[in-house]
Nanobody, 122 residues
């Protein structure tokens, strides 16, 4: 599967952005999806994950209540980001992992998109 992330940009603190990740290839429904981010000088961190049927989700504590991950049937996964903070500034990557159960939320992801930059100004 190939992934193409988009939707990043510059936003003021308190604002919102929606990131999109379009997947190509077959069997999109067999993949759990995730968003990671990497800020300058920091390690990559998991932001949100969603199971292949959308029934299970995970959020990092730092974004819980502000970010929402969801997916549609057109091979796209989204990250709705509200109440953005300057510390949310990072390159955001989408990722995919083949899973065998509908509600699995894997820790390891094998396919990665190219990243989209989100900058939140104070």
């Amino acid at each position: 599967v190939q992934l193409q992330a988009s939707g990043g940009g510059l936003v003021q603190a308190g604002g919102s952005l929606r990131l999109s990740c379009a997947a190509s290839g077959r069997a999109f429904g067999a993949y759990a999806m995730a968003w990671f981010r990497q800020a300058p000088g920091k390690e990559r961190e998991s932001v949100a994950r969603i199971s292949r049927n959308g029934g299970s989700t995970y959020y990092a504590d730092s974004v819980k209540g502000r970010f929402t991950i969801f997916r549609d049937n057109d091979k796209t996964v989204f990250l709705e980001m509200n109440s953005l903070k300057p510390e949310d500034t990072a390159v955001y990557y989408c990722a995919a992992a083949r899973t065998w159960r509908n509600t699995d939320l894997p820790l390891r992801f094998d396919y990665w998109g190219q990243g989209t930059l989100v900058t939140v100004s104070s």
